[in-house]
């Protein structure tokens, strides 16, 4: 069975400029979680979906927003990109609103 | 809110020795999970720990949830070089919103040299 699996892998934008990055969950996984791990750092919260409706928001400026579809994948956008916001962004999936989370590999965002 | 301490930061072992990772929390948990992530890896999940006391083995590794439930360790015994990574630790949410979420203590950088 395919993992939790995450697109683009790696990206490069400049300060400014708006990402989005896109997320397929364990399949019959119906919550998708997504953190930002800065390097040297565990990674921090930033949503949470369950069946399509936000359950939960880190700490994170409203320049960050996600959403969850139908089929259960999930977009995360930033817009007004700046530097600190060169990360791993990491996408998580579990079957219920908690418990063991299952990672995707990740997409490196690089703001020059 | 709820903070998470977890040390140490960094530790360098020879193949063959003993590694132990503690994880405290400010509050009362009401479970704990322990997740690796290797180098340029993703974090996976270890082990979820509920009861107080609790101890469970993985071959090699032993976790623990202490009586009170605010702290937790990772005991790795005889490391080989595949236990390279950074360990862990992830506490629920204490409450209110965000009900999944989970706060990741900063991590113990473990490498083992052969």
């Known amino acids: 069975d395919a993992g939790v699996t995450q697109s683009p892998t790696h990206l490069i934008k400049t300060r400014g400029q708006h990402v989005t990055l896109r997320c397929s969950p364990i399949?019959?996984?119906?919550?998708v979680s997504w953190y930002q791990q800065v390097l040297g750092q565990g990674p921090q919260f930033i949503f949470q979906?369950?069946?399509?409706?936000?359950?939960g928001r880190g700490n994170f400026p409203d320049r960050f927003s996600a959403r969850q579809f139908p089929n259960y994948s999930s977009e995360l956008n930033v817009n007004a990109l700046l530097l600190g916001d060169s990360a791993l962004y990491l996408c998580?999936?579990?079957?219920?609103?908690?418990?063991?989370?299952?990672f995707g590999e990740g997409s490196r965002l690089t703001v020059l | 809110g709820q903070q998470v301490m977890q040390i140490p930061q960094y530790q360098h072992v020879q193949e063959g020795e003993d590694f132990t990772t503690y994880c405290n929390s400010s509050?009362?948990?009401?479970?704990i999970q322990w997740y690796k992530q290797r180098p340029g890896g993703h974090p996976v999940f270890l082990i979820q720990?509920?009861?107080?006391?609790e101890v469970k083995k993985q071959k090699r590794l032993t976790f623990q949830f202490g009586e009170a439930k605010k702290n937790s360790s990772l005991h790795i015994t005889a490391t080989q070089t595949t236990d390279v990574g950074t360990y862990f630790c992830?506490?629920?949410?204490?409450?209110?919103?965000?009900?999944?979420?989970?706060?990741f203590g900063q991590g113990t950088i473990l490498t083992v040299h052969p």
């Open positions: 992830a506490l629920p949410n204490a409450g209110g919103t965000s009900y999944g979420k989970l706060t």
């Open positions: 720990l509920v009861k107080s006391g």
């Open positions: 399949s019959g996984h119906k919550s």
């Open positions: 509050t009362t948990l009401s479970n």
């Open positions: 979906y369950y069946e399509k409706e936000e359950r």
């Open positions: 998580a999936s579990s079957y219920g609103p908690t418990g063991e989370l299952f």
